[in-house]
């Protein structure tokens, strides 16, 4: 599918993480669901962060994490997982 060859799809990916994060204004929030609604892969990449951030923070919370993967993680993802304001 090329779907997500346009700026539109560039535009949704790249505010992924302000999105999950609950930090984007809400006419922000709603141009994104309205684009997910017709987007399969940008939905898909969301889902996919979306749990993969839940996951990281449950483990963060339980201190389960050792500090050093989840720098790993971060930087492999370029997102602040752990919240701290730092990549890595
Ligand atoms: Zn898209």
Not at 24 to 46: N, V
Request: aromatic share 6%; hydrophobic share 35%; net charge negative.
């Amino acid at each position: 599918m090329d779907a997500c060859d346009g700026p539109d799809c560039r535009e949704t990916i790249k505010e992924l993480d302000t999105f999950l994060d609950d930090e984007l204004s809400a006419g922000a929030r709603l141009a994104i669901r309205h684009h997910l609604e017709g987007c399969t892969d940008c939905l898909q990449a969301f889902d996919f962060h979306a749990e993969l951030k839940q996951v990281i923070a449950e483990k963060c919370h339980h201190d389960e994490m050792p500090a050093d993967l989840l720098s790993r993680i971060e930087r492999c993802f370029d997102l602040d997982f752990d919240g701290d304001g730092k990549i890595g």
